[in-house]
């Protein structure tokens, strides 16, 4: 089994002074500390485990010419794979330090929280590098951060955004006209990457916005179908970083509309599930790479968006939510008991609500409930749960009292369908 290590373990530690003038002794020590290793972890024999890790460390030292790491299980780990992969160049070794600690970062993080301080001394690194490594999870769409107190926080619940404040400081002014309507767009469901997302639809939605003057959409999420076991045979593309380079090619860009979305916890939302990846904030970050500003993430699964009343006191509030569960018999059931469940204060004036692939308005409340539709063709997942899918996007009015209230509301539904079935079934591949 494997090579016989040509020496003992002894002469080993007799010869260490002049080992690097021997590289052949050298490969049989390695060899021979493999051996010992196994041998040791199988029988938990500490002292000879730490023995090895010594022996190890100036195996290391000899072979990179770098001074040791401190002699911790981690860090020796660190020396045999660093000094493996490169010559000892400092900045490799820092950015294989860097990976390493993001991999057990990645590892271990959602079973407990560490500080950076304590990766820092566990590995002997510098802080900036254990900074550095949760930077690059987070650069990758990792929900992950470090929190007032210098631990390292990684978990699959992604934090709630700060409320949407529409007053032109960090987010625009809802555009409104001289008779003192606002106006926007309002979309969601468009399931990119999926076979029966129809993109003539959406960019035909877009160019009427366009034409129509529209600045601002909202997008109630499932911008992606995402991957899952039942859609596989559905997809374009697959794959996070596929689907979402699929949408930054292909989600409509217009001059001066810029969308705002939400990302719901399904589709898109299950790499979140699964990976606690923050996938609204990945997929601006990949949009802003590209230099596409016109993407902006609100929120996971909700946001409001606030707009600042005349009376300098009221608030008319949006909420722009991508809700759970399946379809109710009757269309508006849903979004009344969304509706039902808010408390005095959270109630909205309005709701915008995706999910479901319906188009309804309904007052429910004194609550303005608007279904975003969707921009994908019935499934057949949806039709064998006799889901109906309807097409289309809306264009939403509305006026205020002085205190934010809404007095009037108009809308516009643009209305879409289905290809024909027959030809979706039996003329595409
Ligand atoms: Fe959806």
């Not at 490169?86 to 959602?110: F, S």
């Not at 007053?167 to 008779?179: E, I, M, N």
Request: glycine share 10%; aromatic share 10%; net charge positive.
């Amino acid at each position: 089994m494997g090579a016989k290590p040509a020496i003992t373990l002894q002469e080993v530690i007799d010869l260490l002074p002049d080992m690097t003038k021997n590289p052949v002794r050298l490969h049989d020590l390695e060899l021979l500390l493999k051996k010992y290793r196994v041998k040791y972890e199988l029988t938990g024999n500490r002292v000879g485990y730490y023995t090895l890790y010594g022996l190890k460390k100036r195996i290391s030292q000899y072979r990179t010419g770098l001074k040791p790491y401190n002699t911790t299980p981690g860090r020796m780990a660190a020396d045999a794979r660093i000094g493996k992969k490169n010559g000892g160049n400092t900045t490799d070794r820092h950015k294989d330090l860097q990976k390493m600690i993001a991999d057990v970062l990645r590892k271990n993080l959602d079973k407990q929280v560490i500080s950076v301080d304590q990766l820092s001394d566990r590995f002997d690194a510098p802080v900036s590098i254990v900074r550095d490594a949760v930077n690059d999870i987070a650069a990758g769409g990792g929900n992950i951060y470090i929190n007032e107190r210098g631990f390292i926080i990684h978990t699959k619940d992604i934090r709630p955004m700060n409320v949407m404040v529409m007053d032109g400081r960090r987010y625009p002014k809802l555009p409104q006209d001289a008779a003192g309507w606002y106006r926007f767009g309002a979309i969601g469901d468009n399931h990119l990457a999926s076979k029966y997302s129809r993109l003539d639809i959406l960019n035909d939605i877009y160019d009427r916005y366009q034409a129509e003057g529209i600045r601002v959409v909202f997008n109630t999420g499932n911008w992606v179908d995402g991957d899952a076991r039942f859609n596989k045979h559905d997809l374009e593309v697959h794959g996070i970083d596929a689907q979402l380079n699929y949408m930054l090619d292909h989600y409509p860009q217009r001059p001066g509309i810029t969308t705002y979305f939400i990302a719901g916890d399904d589709h898109e939302g299950w790499w979140t599930q699964r990976e606690g990846i923050n996938v609204g904030q990945y997929l601006m970050q990949l949009a802003e790479r590209r230099g596409r500003t016109d993407l902006v993430f609100i929120g996971y699964m909700e946001q409001f968006a606030v707009i600042p009343a005349r009376d300098g006191k009221g608030k008319t509030s949006i909420h722009v939510m991508h809700p759970g569960g399946g379809s109710a018999y009757a269309i508006s059931y849903t979004v009344q008991k969304i509706v039902e469940a808010y408390s005095e204060g959270e109630k909205p004036d309005m709701l915008l609500a995706g999910h479901y692939h319906k188009a309804d308005y309904t007052v429910a409340r004194g609550v303005h409930c608007f279904q975003t539709a969707c921009t994908q063709d019935q499934t057949p997942f949806m039709r064998k749960k006799r889901l109906k899918a309807v097409l289309g996007g809306w264009i939403i009015e509305f006026q205020t009292h002085e205190n934010g209230a809404i007095s009037r509301v108009k809308s516009e539904f643009l209305n879409y369908y289905n290809r024909e079935f027959y030809q979706k079934w039996h003329h595409r591949s």
